[in-house]
C-alpha cells in the first residue's frame, strides 16, 4: 500500500462511524435475520377436565400447522423443516412426520423432534432458528406442543444400578414439587409470597382475557370430546374450542392461603395447588425464515430472533435457572436488563417465580403481564413456544420492542434463555411540525392544499393524502392510502370507512376470502400467493385506520367491508369488477358492481369536487402518478420519528 493509500486509509476509518453495538445492533435489520413473521397457539385447557381432554398430541400439532398456513398463506413448499418440541409422547418423531403431511405440506418438508423437558418448545424454535443462521434452510417452522390428558407424566423411569447411585443423578431423579420447596426454604420464599404471586398472575391473566389481548395469539380448535368420560369408545360430540380455561377470576391470596400443601412429606411444605402451574393440553407454533425471504414473500415481520443460551444448574434447585440463563444472555448481546420491555418466565411454581423476579430485580409491569403457567397453565413441550407467541403479541399491544423469554429444564437441570427484537411496525415520519400543506392545482386549476404523510410499514411503504379546498376551506376526507407492496402493486385505496380489527378477526377475514372466492376465481389478478400478499395489506392498513368509539365490530360487517375494500383493489389490478357480489357491496342488487355507483362514495366525490373525473379515478391513473409526483419531490420529507404517539397522534392507531 502507498503512502497515499494508507493516509486515504486511515482518514476514511476516522470518517468511518464504529459499528452499533448492545441496543442498537440488536435493532439493526440485515437480509440474514432470522425472522419470525406468523405466531399463534391453541387454547390451553386443563388436562383431563378441558375441551382438549380427548385430542391426541397429532391432532393438536396438525391444528396448529393448518392455522400457521391459513394465516401466514405461506407457500407450504417454502417450509423446508418442522421442528416439534415434545417431552411426553413415546412416539413423537412418529407424531411430528405425520402431523406435516396431515396439515397439508409437500412430503419435501422434513420433520424433527426436540426435548429439553419443559423447553422443549423454545429448543425447537432455537432448532429452526439456528438452521436458518446457519445456511441449511432459509425458512422452518417450530411447533411446541403436548397432551398431558393422552400421555401423563409417569415420573423418571429405573435407572441401572451404577448410574443411580450417582448422587447428581439421584437429585435429577426427585420429583419437581420437592425441587419446589427446596427453592422456599433455601432462599426464604414463604407461603404467603408464594400465594401473593399467583393471585397476581391470575389476576394478569383474567384481564387479558377480559380485555381481549390473547385474542391474536389463539387459533380455535374443533375437536371431538367423550360425552361420557368414563366409556373411551362412547359417543363424541363435536366442540370449538376458543379460550383458555385455567384462568380462575377472581383469586386473591387470602383465597389461596387456604388450600392445603401439596407436598407434606417435604418441608417447608408451602407449595399448593393454588400457587403451582396447572397440567395442562395445548400447542403453539412460530413460522420463521430468513428477512429477506420474508420480504420477497410479502410476510409481516413480527420479530427478529436475536440469540438463546441454555445454563446448566444444579437440579434440586432447578427453578431458579432464569437468574443464570437471563444474564448470561444479556452479557452476550450487550444489553441492559433495563433494554427489555418485558419478560416471560416460566411459572412452574411460584417460589422459583418469586425469587426469579426479585433477584433479577424485574419490575411488575414487565413480569409475565399476561399471567403465566400458574393461571394459564403448563403444556410441558408447548410453554417454550407459547411463551414467545405471548411476549410478541404483548409487544404489539404495547408497541414495544424488546422480549425475553426463559424457562426451566426438569431432569435436565438446564435453563434455556432467548431475546426476540420486534420492529416498531409504524415510524412515522414527521413532516415540519406534524404534517405538511402543499398547494397544487388540480386538473380543472383549482387550488387545493394537499396533506402528505409517509408511512414504513414492514411491507413496503404508503403515503397518505388528503385534501383542502382552498376556496371553501373544506377539507376532503377521507384519506387516501397510496400502498406499494414491496416496489410491486402500487394501489390507491380509500380507507376511511374500515374499522380496525384485531389479527385473529383479520386472520378469519383472510380465510374467509381465500376459501369461498379463490376457487371461483372472483379475484381477477395474480398467482393466488400474491393476491394473498394483497389482502394481507388491506387487513394492515384495515388495522391501521382512525379509532373512533367502538374499536371492534361484529364478523359479520367486518367481512363487508373488507370486501368492499377488496373490490376497488381488484377494479384497480383487473380494470373490472369480477363478479363479487351485490349484496356483500352497496346499490340495488342487481348483482354487479358498476362505476356510477361509486358517486356515492366520500372519496370519490371529495376527488371529483375539485376536477378528477371518472376516467381519472378508473383505475386512477391521472390521480395516482400526481400524487406519486408530489410525494417524490425532494425536500418533502424533513424529520424522522420512530416513536409513534398515540395522544398525539390519534388519526392512526395501529391494531395489527
Given at each position: 500500500?502507498?503512502?497515499?493509500?494508507?493516509?486515504?486509509?486511515?482518514?476514511?476509518?476516522?470518517?468511518?462511524?464504529?459499528?452499533?453495538?448492545?441496543?442498537?445492533?440488536?435493532?439493526?435489520?440485515?437480509?440474514?435475520?432470522?425472522?419470525?413473521?406468523?405466531?399463534?397457539?391453541?387454547?390451553?385447557?386443563?388436562?383431563?377436565?378441558?375441551?382438549?381432554?380427548?385430542?391426541?398430541?397429532?391432532?393438536?400439532?396438525?391444528?396448529?400447522?393448518?392455522?400457521?398456513?391459513?394465516?401466514?398463506?405461506?407457500?407450504?413448499?417454502?417450509?423446508?423443516?418442522?421442528?416439534?418440541?415434545?417431552?411426553?409422547?413415546?412416539?413423537a418423531n412418529y407424531v411430528a412426520r405425520a402431523a406435516v403431511l396431515a396439515a397439508g405440506f409437500p412430503v419435501t418438508t422434513a420433520a424433527s423432534v426436540a426435548n429439553r423437558w419443559c423447553s422443549s418448545g423454545?429448543?425447537?424454535?432455537?432448532?429452526?432458528?439456528?438452521?436458518?443462521?446457519?445456511?441449511?434452510?432459509?425458512?422452518?417452522?417450530?411447533?411446541?406442543?403436548?397432551s398431558m390428558s393422552g400421555t401423563p407424566d409417569g415420573g423418571a423411569p429405573r435407572l441401572s444400578a451404577r448410574v443411580a447411585g450417582h448422587g447428581k443423578v439421584r437429585d435429577a431423579q426427585m420429583p419437581m414439587?420437592?425441587?419446589?420447596?427446596?427453592?422456599?426454604?433455601?432462599?426464604?420464599?414463604?407461603?404467603?409470597?408464594?400465594?401473593?404471586?399467583?393471585?397476581?398472575?391470575?389476576?394478569?391473566?383474567?384481564?387479558?382475557?377480559?380485555?381481549?389481548?390473547?385474542?391474536?395469539?389463539?387459533?380455535?380448535?374443533?375437536t371431538e370430546v367423550l360425552v361420557d368420560p368414563a366409556k373411551k369408545d362412547g359417543e363424541r360430540k363435536r366442540v370449538v374450542v376458543t379460550e383458555d380455561d385455567g384462568v380462575r377470576p377472581g383469586t386473591t391470596a387470602e383465597g389461596l392461603g387456604k388450600i392445603r400443601a401439596a407436598f407434606p412429606q417435604w418441608k417447608p411444605s408451602t407449595t399448593t395447588g393454588g400457587n403451582a402451574s396447572q397440567v395442562t393440553d395445548g400447542a403453539a407454533g412460530l413460522l420463521l425464515m430468513?428477512?429477506?425471504?420474508?420480504?420477497?414473500?410479502?410476510?409481516?415481520?413480527?420479530?427478529?430472533?436475536?440469540?438463546?443460551?441454555?445454563?446448566?444448574?444444579?437440579?434440586?434447585?432447578?427453578?431458579?435457572?432464569?437468574?443464570?440463563?437471563?444474564?448470561?444472555?444479556?452479557?452476550?448481546?450487550?444489553?441492559?436488563?433495563?433494554?427489555?420491555?418485558?419478560?416471560?418466565?416460566?411459572?412452574?411454581?411460584?417460589?422459583?417465580?418469586?425469587?426469579?423476579?426479585?433477584?433479577?430485580?424485574?419490575?411488575?409491569?414487565?413480569f409475565n403481564p399476561r399471567g403465566g403457567a400458574v393461571a394459564l397453565g403448563h403444556p410441558l413441550g408447548c410453554t417454550g413456544a407459547r411463551q414467545i407467541v405471548t411476549a410478541?403479541?404483548?409487544?404489539?399491544?404495547?408497541?414495544?420492542?424488546?422480549?425475553?423469554?426463559?424457562?426451566?429444564?426438569?431432569?435436565?437441570?438446564?435453563?434455556?434463555?432467548?431475546l426476540l427484537s420486534r420492529p416498531v411496525v409504524v415510524e412515522r415520519l414527521t413532516i415540519d411540525k406534524g404534517l405538511h400543506l402543499l398547494t397544487e392545482a388540480t386538473p380543472n386549476g383549482k387550488k387545493v392544499q394537499i396533506y402528505l404523510e409517509e408511512l414504513k410499514i414492514a411491507y413496503g411503504t404508503a403515503w397518505t393524502t388528503s385534501l383542502i379546498d382552498l376556496e371553501t376551506d373544506e377539507q376532503k376526507k377521507p384519506w387516501f392510502l397510496r400502498l406499494n407492496v414491496n416496489g410491486r402493486i402500487p394501489v390507491l385505496v380509500d380507507a376511511s370507512q374500515s374499522p380496525p380489527v384485531s389479527v385473529m378477526e383479520s386472520s378469519a377475514i383472510l380465510v374467509y376470502l381465500q376459501e369461498n372466492f379463490d376457487g371461483n376465481n372472483h379475484f381477477g389478478f395474480g398467482?393466488?400467493?400474491?393476491?394473498?400478499?394483497?389482502?394481507?395489506?388491506?387487513?394492515?392498513?384495515?388495522?391501521?385506520?382512525?379509532?373512533?368509539?367502538?374499536t371492534r365490530r361484529q364478523d359479520a360487517r367486518l367481512r363487508l367491508e373488507m370486501l368492499r375494500i377488496y373490490s376497488v383493489l381488484e377494479h384497480h389490478l383487473s380494470g373490472k369488477y369480477n363478479g363479487v357480489p351485490r349484496d356483500y357491496l352497496a346499490g340495488d342488487g342487481s348483482g354487479k358492481y358498476s362505476i356510477a355507483d361509486m358517486g356515492t362514495w366520500p372519496h370519490v366525490k371529495a376527488y371529483r369536487s375539485v376536477g378528477f373525473s371518472d376516467a381519472d379515478m378508473t383505475p386512477f391513473p391521472k390521480l395516482l402518478s400526481w400524487i406519486q409526483a408530489i410525494s417524490q419531490r425532494p425536500g418533502v420529507i424533513h424529520g424522522i420519528s420512530d416513536k409513534y404517539d398515540s395522544e398525539e397522534n390519534s388519526a392512526l392507531v395501529l391494531r395489527n
Open positions: 500500500m502507498t503512502t497515499a493509500q494508507s493516509r486515504l486509509s486511515a482518514l476514511t476509518s476516522h470518517l468511518t462511524p464504529p459499528p452499533p453495538t448492545g441496543k442498537a445492533a440488536l435493532l439493526r435489520k440485515a437480509p440474514d435475520d432470522v425472522v419470525i413473521t406468523c405466531a399463534l397457539r391453541t387454547p390451553l385447557t386443563r388436562a383431563r377436565k378441558g375441551p382438549l381432554r380427548d385430542t391426541p398430541l397429532e391432532d393438536l400439532v396438525v391444528a396448529t400447522l393448518a392455522a400457521l398456513r391459513a394465516r401466514s398463506a405461506v407457500d407450504p413448499a417454502a417450509v423446508e423443516d418442522v421442528c416439534l418440541g415434545n417431552v411426553l409422547h413415546p412416539a423454545l429448543l425447537a424454535v432455537q432448532t429452526i432458528a439456528n438452521q436458518i443462521r446457519a445456511g441449511q434452510i432459509a425458512c422452518g417452522i417450530a411447533v411446541g406442543a403436548e414439587g420437592w425441587t419446589s420447596e427446596n427453592v422456599a426454604a433455601e432462599f426464604g420464599v414463604g407461603r404467603e409470597a408464594q400465594d401473593g404471586f399467583a393471585a397476581r398472575s391470575q389476576g394478569k391473566a383474567e384481564r387479558a382475557k377480559r380485555e381481549g389481548w390473547t385474542r391474536d395469539e389463539i387459533v380455535e380448535v374443533e430468513r428477512r429477506d425471504l420474508a420480504e420477497r414473500m410479502g410476510q409481516p415481520i413480527l420479530a427478529k430472533f436475536v440469540g438463546a443460551v441454555v445454563v446448566g444448574l444444579e437440579p434440586k434447585i432447578m427453578g431458579i435457572g432464569p437468574t443464570y440463563a437471563i444474564p448470561k444472555l444479556m452479557e452476550k448481546v450487550g444489553l441492559e436488563m433495563g433494554d427489555v420491555d418485558l419478560f416471560e418466565i416460566n411459572e412452574a411454581f411460584s417460589s422459583m417465580g418469586v425469587y426469579c423476579q426479585q433477584k433479577l430485580d424485574i419490575p411488575e409491569e414487565k410478541l403479541s404483548e409487544l404489539k399491544r404495547r408497541n414495544e420492542k424488546i422480549a425475553v423469554t426463559s424457562i426451566d429444564s426438569r431432569h435436565t437441570g438446564a435453563e434455556h434463555g432467548i398467482t393466488p400467493h400474491e393476491r394473498s400478499q394483497v389482502l394481507q395489506w388491506l387487513f394492515f392498513w384495515h388495522a391501521a385506520t382512525p379509532v373512533q368509539g367502538q
